[in-house]
């Protein structure tokens, strides 16, 4: 028998799970822009289709300083305080 | 030097649990059977378990099962000779030298140990026991004796032996989850079907190995060196050691990976970017300072090639680290398109004696006596530029403009991204051939051949990356004509010497986004 040291960092992965569908959008949407070239217009095209289907629904627009970059965790809480849904576009 | 003794249990001869302290008095002597003065002790021994064995314990503690056996055949004991075969009794008590004798009262506790055979000191502990028990002399002619044998080093302290010991122990350094791989596995295989690997064979880290490793650094072993991305799980200095050991380091370049993932694990480096990007960018490492001599580091001949192992390993060291404890894997947050062999390893330190400009570690503000290493994160490379035939100091610059003019598309100018110039030494000679070519006027000259119009920018049949054609349309003629350099500003352009002394073959590391929302490069000083 040989025994050799564990070299990660031992964290369980914890599997997630799909939030459950509700079927309907209510309350307020964030648009989340992580800054990558055209990401804009794509929100821009989403944005408008939601206000058409959902005239009722909020729309708030953010955007990543940097889609480089993880999103700095200010934005990260001001996001899942406002929002009771996200949208994050990549896009190019 | 000894540790106080300590509580044990063990079986003797019979199968019999012994248990320390008895509760009695007791002698408890440590033999090796290949030892000639422990072979000389052992009938002294039995003598004192025939005189006083009522009324103490008298216990010979052999160093391995066989070696016991032959002990009692050869000495004819009857005293009980206990199995210490695991060593780690003789580990706890902590002599170094074989017989080692303690005389101890009925908690455990007692005078210093005897090691090794000098008579007088003996007869004095035949003395110290008579008189302790009230009891009469044993029977033993010390006049037969020698009057001085030196002892055997203890088994325990074989240094393979050691550092098992020294892993297993109560207050060893050592934390990480232990695997268990039954001897019918293939160990190799083994840790290639965990992911430990990054497709390239491991040096098992068992716990000696990780230990011996540890010795490479005055740091805790539990010490958070970094919080890694993309996971930001923290590596501590065993989670390190571990990896490098995987890699193949040996303990001394330890502070080197400990300094590199320092650097690459700040905001400024930004390792998760670095990591996720399509583009497949990886650290480069350059080491300066005199720890380049200290490990060996290859400087000259194929500095940016294979065989030397603080080059290969060092490097390595890093990418594994990130990889197991940051958890970057391909396929998962990493998402290079084609990635880069640089993510296996790119190491290599700066040839500072064949350097006529002010090392890379002096220039970003360290003293030319610190040991720094500086981690760029770089996309391509290292990327030939050859000139055989330039003898004029600013056709030599020249071509090393031309050289780098090609990073991401020859056509792209003005771009805010790092280039790392590794200049051969022949290079240099031709630079130099004038007088005094300062890395100023280098810079300068890169900048100036590579200043092209704006126009050929511009969006064409042949290429449609650059300035589109609609944005072009908006311009006047004059800017269109304008020159622009291929870096937009010449502190993009780091500079190194490295490489034989034979050779007009210049290399060129080409960059990755940088600044703030990318990555600036990141200089840590090595604590050795």
């Known amino acids: ?92 | 030097m000894s540790a106080a003794p300590s509580g044990f249990s063990l079986t003797d001869q019979n199968g019999q649990t012994r248990a320390f302290p008895t509760g009695r008095p007791s002698l408890i002597a440590f033999l090796k059977e290949d030892c000639n003065t422990c072979n000389l002790v052992a009938p002294i021994l039995e003598a004192f378990h025939q005189a006083w064995g009522e009324q103490a314990d008298i216990w010979v503690l052999g160093q391995s099962k066989d070696g016991n056996q032959i002990l009692q055949d050869r000495h004819g004991l009857t005293l009980p000779v206990l199995d210490d075969s695991a060593l780690k009794t003789s580990f706890a008590w902590g002599f170094e030298i074989v017989p080692a004798v303690y005389w101890l009262d009925a908690e455990g506790q007692g005078g210093p140990c005897v090691e090794g055979f000098v008579r007088t000191e003996w007869q004095a502990l035949a003395q110290q026991i008579s008189a302790d028990l009230k009891a009469s002399d044993c029977d033993v002619v010390w006049a037969d004796l020698p009057d001085w044998r030196p002892g055997c080093g203890s088994k325990h302290l074989d240094p393979e032996i050691h550092d098992r010991l020294l892993a297993e122990a109560d207050n060893s350094p050592i934390r990480a989850r232990r695997i268990e791989i039954a001897s019918s596995d293939d160990l190799d295989e083994f840790m290639f079907d965990q992911g430990f690997s990054d497709g390239l064979p491991l040096v098992p880290p068992t716990p000696e190995r990780v230990l011996r490793m540890l010795s490479g650094t005055q740091r805790g072993s539990q010490e958070i060196v970094a919080v890694v991305p993309p996971n930001m799980a923290p590596a501590t200095v065993e989670k390190v050691a571990i990896n490098a050991v995987m890699a193949g380091c040996r303990p001394e370049y330890l502070p080197v990976v400990i300094a590199a993932l320092e650097a690459v694990c700040t905001d400024e480096f930004n390792m998760h970017g670095v990591t996720a990007t399509t583009m497949g960018a990886s650290p480069v490492l350059v080491i300066n300072g005199p720890i380049r001599q200290k490990l060996g580091m290859n400087m000259k001949l194929g500095a940016l090639g294979p065989d030397n192992r603080a080059n290969a390993t060092i490097g390595r060291a890093l990418r594994l680290i990130i990889r197991n404890v940051g958890g970057a894997k391909p396929g998962g947050v990493d998402r290079s398109t084609l990635s880069t062999p640089m993510k296996f390893t790119m190491c290599f330190p700066e040839w500072e004696e064949g350097s006529p400009w002010e090392p890379l570690h002096v220039e970003r503000g360290f003293a030319a006596s610190d040991s720094v290493v500086t981690a760029f994160a770089m996309t391509s490379g290292p990327v030939q530029i050859v000139d055989q035939e330039s003898r004029q100091p600013d056709q030599i610059a020249g071509t090393l403009g031309l050289g780098l003019e090609g990073m991401f598309l020859a056509k792209i100018h003005r771009m805010p991204v790092d280039a790392l110039l590794v200049v051969c030494p022949e290079h240099v000679k031709t630079l130099l051939s004038d007088g005094p070519y300062s890395k100023a006027r280098l810079r300068d000259r890169i900048q100036e051949v590579t200043r092209r119009p704006l126009r050929d920018m511009v969006a064409n049949e042949i290429s449609g990356a650059g300035i589109p054609l609609a944005s072009a349309a908006k311009m006047t003629e004059a800017q269109l004509d304008m020159l622009v350099p291929k870096f937009s500003s010449d502190q993009h352009i780091h500079i190194v010497v490295a490489g034989s002394e034979a050779g007009k073959f210049s290399a060129a590391f080409h960059g990755w986004v940088t600044g703030p929302a990318g990555s600036v490069s990141v200089s840590r000083k090595i604590e050795c």
């Open chain 1, 1 to 92: 028998m040989t025994t050799i040291l564990d070299p990660t960092d031992e964290r369980v992965p914890v599997e997630r799970q799909i939030t459950a569908r509700t079927g309907d959008i209510s309350g307020i949407v964030g648009l989340l822009d992580i800054h990558k070239p055209r990401g804009n217009i794509l929100l821009d095209e989403l944005e408008l289709l939601l206000a058409t289907r959902y005239p009722k629904v909020e729309l708030r627009r953010y955007t990543k300083p940097t889609f480089a970059k993880p999103c700095p965790s200010d934005l990260r809480l001001q996001i899942r305080s406002e929002c009771d849904y996200l949208v994050e576009a990549l896009a190019d």
